[in-house]
């Protein structure tokens, strides 16, 4: 008994050294992109960012639970949209339409600013980030080439990087043009370039394939969201995308029933029991009722460590995130901390959630829990969608807890270390 002690304590010390080992080198990840020019900006923006996209997130939740036909409000207490209020909700749509699709051309202007930055002042020039935030509008506000998405970050990035030090370089050598000059010349071919680009892509007779969000939909989640393989598969896809800053497919970050999985069990489900579905390892069974609580990787632990755990600037800006996480959006959190390649939680983010799911098959498998079949409003709180979506069976409400537990203590030892990490650069 003595020596089976000691193997379990040494087995434990040898754990706990292995995660201290892969702690350090996340960090000395951290440490070098920090010294990149395209990350070290590329983190600075999103700081500048945060004040918009709270206002822009708390807006559009705004706008889609309280004013928006099938909304979550709306549905839930049967009511419907007064006609004094349909045109000013039609009114407040467009508003958060245009805020939402001006949240990356601020990235790229902010971008392209904090690029300049450590420049001397005569190799700066105002209209750089300006070119930079027309262009990105231009490129980015439609849904042909380019999903619109505020998380669409990377693919922004890499552009006004390029764009920003091709114009550096046109400004160091004016050997023939006045230097303000060069630069309105350059401002007007962008333009130019951008509307003939986007002109073509709107009118083409492909534009449909070439939009990369529909072609992960029909061609990627729809092949793999029937059984439990390819859940896993795609939630570790959606995981990446988001650190990337990448847009994930939107069946992927919220509740879809258009997928055909998702549409046999909720025809089966009229006709027998909810236990006796066909597709009980499906997207909507697995995911969307037991991983993606906050929004894609599980983004509401890391809230609920924050608040138990944080300073107090990490307390406020998890507060700041609780509400829209309620509600399925991570968007403030993915800013702030950032979760955007942020080595520390790159492994928590992708893990989270596959043990979220593969903990809700084994139930499933063992008749322990009911599936969640049937449909809800969108924006339907993401903690309670397994117990609403399985005919109100109590025992989801228990699984979920069980998961977010998880969750949280596979999150612990990142944030942990994250924190202490953000303690020491403050102190």
């Keep these: ?21 892969l702690l350090t080198q996340l960090e000395h990840w951290q440490n070098a992109m920090n010294k990149v020019s395209f990350f070290a900006a ?14 822009t997130v708390f807006f559009h939740l705004f706008v889609s639970i309280f004013l928006t036909q099938p909304g979550f409000f709306l549905t839930v207490f049967n009511i419907k949209l007064p006609a004094f209020l349909q045109a000013p909700a039609i009114e407040l749509s467009q508003l958060d339409f245009y805020l939402t699709r001006l949240l990356l051309p601020l990235f790229a202007f902010f971008y392209a600013e904090h690029l300049m930055e450590p ?90 394939t070439v939009n990369l969000g529909q072609w ?3 061609r990627f989640v729809y092949l793999l969201s029937t059984n439990f393989a390819g859940v896993l598969l795609l939630a570790i896809t959606a995981s990446l995308f988001l650190w990337l800053g990448l847009p994930a497919p939107l069946a992927l970050t919220r ?13 089966a489900s009229l006709d027998n029991k909810v236990s006796t579905v066909p597709n009980v390892l499906s997207l909507h069974t697995l995911y969307d009722a037991f991983a993606v609580f906050g929004g894609v990787s599980m983004s509401f632990a890391l809230i609920l460590l924050l608040l138990l755990k944080g300073r107090a600037q990490s307390k406020k800006m998890a507060k700041i995130a609780l ?20 080595p520390l939680l790159l492994l928590p983010a992708v893990l989270a959630p596959l043990a979220a799911v593969s903990i ?18 969108q924006r339907t709180p993401s903690l309670f969608v397994a117990f609403l979506s399985s005919g109100a069976d109590w025992r989801n409400l228990l699984l979920v807890v069980i998961n977010l537990a998880v969750g949280m203590l596979i999150y612990f030892p990142f944030v942990n270390r994250w924190l202490e990490r953000d303690r020491d650069e403050k102190d």
């Excluded at 008994?1 to 304590?9: I, K, L, N």
């Excluded at 509740?255 to 025809?267: C, D, M």
């Excluded at 509400?323 to 942020?342: E, K, V």
């Excluded at 809700?360 to 409003?377: G, H, T």
């Design 1 to 21: 008994m003595a020596a089976f002690r000691f193997d379990h304590s040494s087995g434990c010390c040898k754990m706990k050294e292995t995660l201290a080992a």
């Design 42 to 55: 590329f983190y600075a923006a999103l700081k500048k960012m945060l004040p918009f996209v709270v206002v």
């Design 119 to 208: 420049l001397d002042h005569d190799n700066r020039h105002d209209l750089i980030p300006l070119v930079n935030f027309i262009v990105t509008f231009l490129l980015f506000s439609n849904d042909f080439l380019f999903q619109a998405s505020g998380q669409n970050l990377l693919v922004v990035a890499a552009v006004t990087f390029v764009l920003t030090r091709c114009m550096q370089l046109l400004i160091r050598h004016p050997n023939t043009f006045n230097r303000q000059l060069l630069i309105m010349f350059c401002l007007l071919c962008l333009v130019s370039a951008a509307l003939a680009a986007a002109y073509l892509l709107k009118n083409h007779q492909f534009a449909q």
């Design 216 to 218: 992960f939909n029909d």
């Design 255 to 267: 509740n879809t029933f258009s997928l055909p999985a998702a549409i046999g069990n909720l025809n």
């Design 323 to 342: 509400l829209p996480s309620l509600f399925n959006s991570n968007q403030i959190l993915a800013f702030a901390l950032p979760i955007f390649f942020n």
């Design 360 to 377: 809700s098959a084994i139930a499933l498998k063992m008749n322990l829990v009911n599936p969640a079949v049937y449909q809800l409003p």
